[in-house]
């Protein structure tokens, strides 16, 4: 009896502490955000010979989050984002040209600068009063405002550089035939984060996956939820 007793105090004591926890969760959250990112650009076919790789940018930006559920345990997630990403891409050529002959290596590098809407829904969990985590899955559309690729043209005969051609490209332009690179300028991308919090201090980490873009980032980041 004393141990179903025991049993009874300890979940009211629990069911107690998850509703206190519940209730601190506010209504509408806003906070900011600042970190890097890792971007990659995507292979355009199956007859793509560059090596992609990845660039270092950053990202900064506001976060909207409300209740959508009564316990304010679901949120839906929204805000403005600044990012800056960079990428690079060479002419696979190792183990190519062994034996002479002429031939060409590109190399190129991408710089973009975005505006970001995210619309995600996030579950925020309590560990203890202070500490808890954020899963996160959603969609976000990004618009490119500005965008260049610095592309170096390498003629190599008998193994040796003869010549380099520089060339500055605008990746948001469609007019290839002068020096537009034809990138996507408005992108849906597919996301998932996780955030861990203590207080109102936010250390997260989040994918994007650009749908119909011409990227993929990882990006780190830190926050504060006012």
Same mark, same amino acid.
């Given at each position: 009896?004393?141990?179903?007793?025991?049993?009874?105090?300890?979940?009211?004591? $629990?069911?107690?502490?998850?509703?206190?926890?519940?209730?601190?969760?506010?209504?509408?959250?806003?906070?900011?955000?600042?970190?890097?990112? *890792? $971007?990659?650009?995507?292979? @355009?076919?199956?007859?793509?010979? *560059? @090596?992609?790789?990845?660039?270092?940018?950053?990202q900064v930006g506001g976060a909207y989050d409300i209740a959508i559920s009564k316990n304010r345990k679901w949120y839906f997630q @929204?805000?403005?984002?600044? !990012?800056?990403? $960079?990428? !690079?891409?060479?002419? *696979?050529?190792?183990?190519?040209?062994?034996?002479?002959?002429?031939?060409?290596? *590109?190399?190129?590098?991408?710089? /973009?600068?975005?505006?970001?809407?995210?619309?995600?829904?996030?579950?925020?969990?309590?560990?203890?009063?202070?500490? %808890?985590?954020?899963?996160?899955?959603?969609?976000?559309?990004?618009?490119?405002?500005?965008?260049?690729?610095?592309?170096?043209?390498? !003629?190599?005969?008998? %193994?040796?550089?003869?010549?380099?051609?520089?060339? !500055?490209?605008?990746?948001? $332009?469609?007019?290839?035939?002068? %020096?537009?690179?034809?990138?996507?300028?408005?992108?849906?991308?597919?996301?998932?984060?996780?955030?861990? /919090?203590?207080?109102?201090?936010?250390? %997260? /980490?989040?994918?994007?996956?650009?749908?119909?873009?011409?990227?993929?980032?990882?990006?780190?980041? /830190?926050?504060?939820?006012?």
């Amino acid at each position: 009896m004393k141990r179903i007793l025991f049993v009874v105090v300890v979940i009211v004591c $629990s069911i107690a502490v998850a509703n206190a926890q519940e209730v601190t969760n506010p209504k509408h959250i806003f906070g900011v955000r600042a970190g890097i990112n *890792f $971007s990659k650009s995507f292979n @355009t076919d199956m007859f793509d010979d *560059f @090596t992609h790789k990845f660039g270092v940018g950053f990202q900064v930006g506001g976060a909207y989050d409300i209740a959508i559920s009564k316990n304010r345990k679901w949120y839906f997630q @929204t805000g403005l984002n600044v !990012k800056y990403n $960079s990428a !690079k891409a060479e002419t *696979f050529h190792e183990g190519m040209y062994q034996g002479g002959g002429e031939y060409n290596i *590109f190399n190129n590098k991408y710089k /973009a600068l975005y505006l970001e809407i995210p619309a995600m829904f996030t579950h925020k969990i309590r560990i203890t009063n202070d500490w %808890g985590f954020q899963p996160a899955v959603g969609l976000s559309y990004a618009l490119g405002i500005w965008g260049k690729c610095d592309m170096e043209n390498t !003629k190599y005969e008998h %193994g040796e550089a003869i010549g380099t051609v520089s060339e !500055k490209l605008d990746l948001f $332009s469609d007019d290839v035939l002068n %020096g537009g690179a034809n990138w996507t300028r408005s992108v849906i991308n597919g996301k998932v984060a996780v955030n861990f /919090a203590y207080k109102n201090y936010l250390i %997260g /980490a989040d994918i994007a996956y650009g749908f119909n873009g011409d990227l993929w980032c990882i990006g780190l980041s /830190a926050g504060y939820n006012f």
